[in-house]
């Protein structure tokens, strides 16, 4: 087994498709991270990940995942990885007893131990057809095979998306524990914020086919901020300083990409804190300069 | 091994419902064809009719055909897997597409034996019931009938691998029912063509008594068929489709989406 530091090595990758790019991409998810990978429908964030699990050949660009090279070292790769999609992609005749039998034979470690105790922790039957599940059970059983067999990377594509609150909870609460032991790594796209806000160490953002902030959560957080002020007062902002501008009937929201240095140029607007969902919107309407 | 099995699993596991069903129209086609036998009819010839050895041929030769078709014909596997999302699923999953392949082979082949065996043994009775052994030719048949429609297959097989969606899958459909339409079409005019050229000389050559085939035409026919020659050809061009099926599974697990 190869040593790595990265889990997830993206360097230049380009994909092209009629309408949309995927624009010479970079980005590291570090091990023993979770890194969330947001951006809004239609960003790029399904194809990179379909990139990166070479389920579609890119057309320029270099991926790494746990050190090796995710085409010439595919089947190493596949054995230590785990893939949650957003829609469960088994067969609705299976029930969870047929999926063990399947993965078992496919994955040299397979713990059939492990997988019994999710799915009884999952309170999911083992004979009842999948097509009969709810869309919470089919995600839960998508994740009971996914970390039966001890995967180093998880990959997660919107896994999240349509499930309730309680369900959402109970699922990132145990990505939390299968990182307990740091040899693990976890990317997770999706567009609830909050998820990732509770979760996630990392953050990348793409938009348009282009990662625009790839960091440390906390850092990326701590460094904008949304500065209150009056219309007129945006003519005083340095442009350098701004993302983009929310105006309202009430005056002007700056969001500003260094918060501590715009406390001390314009002490007399309030700066607030920013969630990543409000550095996504900003973000997202960069390109106007001013939106309400 | 353990990997072979599991992917031979799901495979059965997915198709068992299909087999299940293509087994009861065989074993009906195969009692309806037994009738005559559980009747007797076989004992005593009646004076004007057709000798027992055709009856036998007719009847072994329609459950042998029925069941070569039935084991050759697409399972439907690949459009379930692309509909599911399994097929998307098994790029991330560690089976290469050459075992994958290996495995849809063995399912086919699987299935051709079992269907073959079955057919055997409507065969055996046959030949013990009416004191006729026509083994070597329902054999070649057999093989015969598993080659066309496998070949089909495998065409069908190379389209679907085109697919990457229920709508292309929704749009190859279309286009694979109004291909075979045409080519039914285009068939049909060369065929009528021909009997136009050939005027009543046609009906001139047929048999006496107005029967399409005379007896010594027949047994002709039937002794090609059932000799050592065909069954080496049809064996071999059976192992040649096997080829083009494991070529094209093969191919169709490998081809990464657009």
Redesign the interface.
Known sequence: MTAYENAIEINGVTKR?DGFTLDNISFDVPKGAICGFIGQNGAGKTTTI?SL?????IDSGEIRLLGLDHIKDE?EI??R?A?V?D????????NAK?MA????????EWDNAVYQQYIERFQLPMKKKIGQFSKGMKMKLQIACALSHNAELLVMDEATTGLDPVVRDEILHIFMEYLQNGERSILMSSHITSDLEKIADMVTFIDKGKILLTGYKDEIIESHGILKCDKEKIAEIDPEDIVSIRTNNFGAEVMVNDRENAGYKYCDCVIDPASLDDIMLYYVHRDMKEWS | M??????I??EL??TR?RCFLMLILFLLLALLMLTPIMLGGFSEPAEGEDAPVEMILLFVGTVVLTGGFLAGTNNGLQK?DIS???K??S??????AKQQAVSDLLVKLFYILLFGLLSAAFAMIYSIMGDYNAFGLMLNIYLGAVCIVMLIDVVYSYIIMLAKSKKDLGVIGVAAFLGAGLIIKVVDLFTAGKDLLKGDNAAEQSAEGGALISDEAFNRFVTALGSGKTTLFVAAAFAVICALFFFVMWRSHER???
Not at chain 1, 53 to 57: E, G
Not at chain 1, 87 to 94: A, R
Not at chain 1, 101 to 108: K, L, S, T
């Open positions: 498709y379909r699990l070479h389920i579609t050949d089947i596949k054995k990885l893939v999609f829609e469960l992609p088994f067969h609705d005749i299976f047929d039998r399947i993965f078992e034979g496919m994955y040299p | 353990k990997l072979y099995r599991s992917l699993y799901r596991r997915l419902k379930a599911s999302g399994w998307r699923y790029f991330i999953l560690p089976p290469t990464r989406e657009p």
